[in-house]
């Protein structure tokens, strides 16, 4: 008698250590998309930055077209980018494109003075930060999950939970993985 | 030295000393039993529940109790839009809501951040140290806040508080009743009890609530190097909080509310202005903090 109550416990001890393995990918697998959706929020805030950067910059920087209609061409191409890959590298150019800008109006004192340029300077950097720990978050998030697939005993349950290895985030430029740059 | 390992040994730390809370628990029940027989037991359930209602209020509550004891003041984006992106990037850094940000009208650079769970968070700065911080310095001190808030160290420190204070007054209780008739119980209830089983119980049930006591300061210093780790974890620059520590290394004032009852929250100790032995301090020493973050530096 109580060795069947024994094999009994046992069973229901394994069923349950089963469902948490398995919901535990589940949950890693939503947690990437969640991290996905959070990226692409913040690629979308920073995409409606940009027209009125460039309107700012243009007043006081005409010369400038050759930067302004890289960045313009960049913002375009992140727009319509729809894979990991393809974002990810517009991403990439964007924010190349950006710094150009950036690096640019130190030039134009006057521009840099005023009280335009000063409130989007803010809301850039903001959003650089943001840009940036959202692909951050993404990518711990991406980690979590194939280490979960990778490891026994969460690796049984890969095919019922129905999730797979995902790619990391990659930025082409090698500074995006590295600290936000903080600018005040 | 590498923020993900800092963390587990961190955790792993606090865990243990969270166990040996539970020991010390266990030990003081076997000290009742043998001192007192099945009639101390009764006593068990009440301090704890006694114990339990005083501190559940005040976790449950810890918000709105902090915020008023500290005279925080709430802000809202429009009142200082740089501080409210820099809550809300690190937000998006540790995959939390953006919490209730408050401001504590004091020139001694300090924060806190408490709540019961992420969604009733609250993170409050001392108008001192936003005027002595840079953004990254404040980036660092932000990303500690929030790493207490995604480490529930609102609850780990309710549950320390906890079983403290239930042992505290076990033992109170137990030596009130050992010096007003005690032992009159004792030999009627037990005539063949172990003569060093009695000492030794004697002597659990008089050090316990010390014991308790520095076990719970031991947790927060634990959970203080975590949140440190963490914070590296969110912003991936170890230089900014690091500098930040540095600042309030130099600095000589103290937040004005020196109450003992919420010093373990501040980011630094608002106690620590005399030399207080490290034993009873609620948070590491600065300077032992300001290492590992630089040991840090080198890797992250």
Known sequence: MSVVILILAAVVIIALLAVMFRNNLVKANISVDEAWAQIEVQLKRRSDLIPNLVETVKGYAAHESGTLEALVAARAKSTSASTLGETAAADGQLTQALRGLLAVTENYPDLKASTNFLALQEELSTTENKVSFARQFYNDNVRKLNTAIG?????????????????????????????????? | ????????????????????????????????????????????????????????GSYWASDTIVLTMTGARLITESDNKQLYDLVS????????????????????????????????????????????MDREELQGVTAHELAHVANRDTLVSAIAATTAGALALLSDFMIRIMFFGGGNRRNSNDNN???????????????????????????????????????????????????????LDRDSTVVHQRSNAIAHIWIESPLDGSKTSRLFSTHPPLSERIATLKAMEGTS
């Not at chain 2, 401001?103 to 408490?114: C, G, H, Q, R």
């Open chain 1, 151 to 184: 490891t026994f005993p969460s690796s049984i349950f890969v095919g019922s939970a129905k999730v797979a290895v995902r790619a990391f985030y990659e930025v082409e430029n090698p500074q995006d993985r590295e600290v936000p740059q903080v600018k005040f």
């Open chain 2, 193 to 247: 009890q172990n003569p060093i089983a009695l000492i030794a119980s004697l002597l659990i049930l008089i050090l316990a609530p010390l014991a308790a006591l520095l076990l719970r300061l031991a947790i927060s210093r634990k959970r203080e190097a975590l949140a440190d780790a963490t914070a590296v974890a969110f912003t991936r620059n170890p230089s900014g909080l690091r500098r930040a520590l540095e600042v």
């Open chain 2, 89 to 132: 990037e690190i937000c998006i850094a540790a995959g939390l809501p953006v919490p209730k940000i408050a401001i504590v009208e004091d020139s001694a650079p300090n924060a806190f951040a408490t709540g019961r769970n992420q969604d009733h968070a609250v993170i409050a700065f001392t108008t001192g140290i936003l005027q002595v």
């Open chain 2, 1 to 56: 030295m590498d923020f993900r390992k800092l963390q587990s040994a961190n955790k792993i730390k606090s865990a243990q000393l969270l166990f040996g809370m539970a020991i010390l628990m266990s030990l003081v029940v076997w000290a009742l039993l043998t001192y007192f027989g099945n009639v101390g037991i009764g006593v068990v359930p009440f301090a704890v529940g006694i114990a339990l209602l005083s501190v559940w």
